[in-house]
Structure formats: C-alpha cells, structure tokens
C-alpha cells in the first residue's frame, strides 16, 4: 500500500522535473498510480478518503494531491488532449462522494473538454446535472454558462447568468466567475453593449482587488522581521 504512494510521490515529482517536455508518459504514469494507491489504501481501510480533500489530510498532506491534479488537468489541455482530460476527470468523480465537497473544477474542466471535442450536448447536460443539484454553487453555473454558450444556448445561458447577478449589481469576490462568463455571453451574442457594461464593472472589481492588496502590501511590507 505505502509502495503504491511513494511511486505517486516519485512520479509526480519527476513530472516537475521534465515539465514542459512533449512527453505526457510519466503524468500518465502517475495518475495511474495515485488512482492505485487510493484504491489499494481503500481495498485495506474502506473509510479512506470518502470526500476528495481527505485525501490529502489523511496522508498528512505530504503529496500534494489537489495541486498536483490541477496541474495535470492545465497540461493536457494545453496540449490539447481533451479526450485524456474528460478520463482524468471522470474517474476522480467517480472515486469520490461529493457530499461535502463540489467537484467543481473537474466539472469545469470535463465540460471545457467535451466542448472542445464538439460534444457540446454532452457538457451542457453534465453542466445541469451538478448544477441541479447544487445551485448555489457559482462556479457551477458559470461552468454551465460556458457550456451553453459553446453549444449556441444563448437564452439558456442567458438565463443562468439572469439568476445570479443583474446589470446594475456590483462584482464581488462571489460573482466574479459569472461577469466573466456574462462577457463572453453577451459578446458571442453581439450585444456589444452589455458586454462592454459587464467588462466595466468587471474591471472595477479588479482594480478594487489590486488596491486592497497593494494596501495590505504596504501595511505588512517584508522587512527583517520576515
């Protein structure tokens, strides 16, 4: 069981080593054997890891699982292996309970993908699957925006977008994902007119984000205390 672990750990620290390299074998490689090893540990403990974070408090966060995922996820698409991406995502759904957690990112991503493969009523549907159920989520719905927009849905999407924020609303931190999805929207509509509304108070938002952390730069500045 630890063996399945430490090769997860060998190998993902090798995929670091040769990033950026065409090669994708060793990502491969270790994916395969993260998804071993919590098989394996759960084939022993079957209580193991029920929700994904667990996974990295029970193995005392030592081989930065959900950064190591993320990034995985980052270099097949860049590469374009959208088919390799929807795999990925859909077994690490399926390993997992998502009672106390989303799997909002490998939505996201698994959506983008089959998009991009023009299997855009397959994401759209996925997309409304885990929104239904958690339509609280943001993250959620800008996935299934996105989804909808890709798939020509513009009422649909426009609807989504509708629910969550209005033209005159301010953008926080809670719908930034939505203005953003709302942009696009509206320019894949050609309603020029609204997207450059939404992109200006989307704007406002960024420009108040980066005044508060040049703020908190210069009241903790580092200096010899760090």
Same mark, same amino acid.
């Given at each position: 069981?630890?063996?399945?672990?430490?090769? *997860?750990?060998? %190998?993902?620290?090798?995929?670091?080593?040769?990033?950026?390299?065409?090669?994708?074998?060793?990502?491969?490689?270790? *994916?395969?054997? %993260?998804?071993? @090893?919590?098989? =394996?540990?759960?084939?022993?403990?079957?209580? *193991?890891?029920?929700?994904?974070y667990e996974v990295e408090e029970q193995t005392d966060f030592e081989?930065?699982?959900?950064?190591? %995922?993320?990034?995985?996820?980052?270099?097949?698409?860049?590469?374009?292996?959208?088919?390799?991406? #929807?795999?990925? #995502?859909?077994?690490?759904?399926?390993?997992?309970?998502w009672k106390e957690q989303l799997p909002e990112d *490998?939505?996201?991503?698994?959506?983008?993908?089959?998009?991009? !493969?023009?299997?855009?009523e397959e994401a759209v549907a996925l997309c409304?699957?885990?929104?239904?159920?958690?339509? =609280?989520? !943001?993250?959620? @719905?800008?996935?299934?925006?996105?989804?909808?927009?890709?798939a020509n849905e513009y009422t649909g999407a426009e609807e989504v977008v509708q629910k969550y924020i209005s033209k005159e609303d301010e953008c926080t931190d809670d719908t930034e994902l939505i203005y953003r999805a709302a942009v696009r929207l509206y320019e894949e509509k050609g309603d020029q007119k609204t997207a450059k509304q939404m992109k200006k108070t989307l704007e406002q938002y960024e420009e108040e984000v980066e005044r508060e952390l040049m703020e908190e730069f210069e009241e903790y500045p580092f200096g010899d205390e760090f």
């Open positions: 069981m630890k063996k399945r672990w430490k090769d *997860f750990g060998r %190998l993902s620290t090798d995929c670091y080593i040769n990033i950026g390299k065409t090669d994708m074998t060793q990502w491969h490689q270790a *994916f395969d054997a %993260l998804v071993s @090893a919590i098989e =394996e540990t759960r084939s022993r403990n079957p209580d *193991f890891a029920g929700e994904f081989y930065g699982v959900d950064d190591w %995922l993320m990034d995985y996820l980052d270099e097949l698409r860049m590469r374009n292996l959208h088919e390799k991406c #929807c795999e990925v #995502c859909e077994k690490v759904i399926g390993l997992f309970a *490998f939505v996201f991503e698994m959506s983008s993908a089959l998009s991009a !493969q023009g299997k855009t409304e699957k885990w929104h239904r159920q958690n339509t =609280e989520s !943001q993250p959620l @719905a800008a996935a299934l925006i996105y989804a909808r927009i890709d």
